[in-house]
């Protein structure tokens, strides 16, 4: 499995972003997916994760109100919808894949299988 992350830029605080999660190498994609973000001098955090219907989603509490994430009618797609930025976002963010079948959500890190390359969002004060 490939997962490529897209959408990053740089965006003033107040603004909006939002990030692509492609998958591909597999013919099904019915599985857990999540977004994860790394600061500079900081350690990976968790950030929204989505189970694989799309029914069931969680955030971590410093996003919540203001990210949204979702996945493609296809499924092999994700997206953060990300409103309201704050220059405490500013990370890079990778998307991952959980690769056995479950039925909520995945937080984890150490849970997923596979990453994809991450995407910087850099927001200005």
């Known amino acids: 499995v490939q997962l490529q992350a897209s959408g990053g830029g740089l965006v003033q605080a107040g603004g909006s972003l939002r990030l692509s999660c492609a998958a591909s190498g597999r013919t099904s994609y019915n599985y857990a997916m999540g977004w994860f973000r790394q600061a500079p001098g900081k350690e990976r955090e968790f950030v929204a994760a989505?189970?694989?219907?799309?029914?069931?989603?969680y955030y971590a509490d410093s996003v919540k109100g203001r990210f949204t994430i979702s996945r493609g009618n296809a499924k092999n797609t994700m997206y953060l919808q990300m409103n309201s930025l704050k220059p405490e976002d500013t990370a890079v963010y990778y998307c991952?894949?959980?690769?056995?079948?479950?039925?909520?959500?995945?937080?984890?890190?150490?849970?997923?299988?596979?990453w994809g390359q991450g995407t910087l969002v850099t927001v200005s004060s």
């Open positions: 991952a894949l959980h690769q056995r079948y479950i039925i909520g959500v995945v937080t984890i890190s150490e849970d997923y299988d596979y």
């Open positions: 989505i189970n694989w219907s799309g029914s069931s989603t």
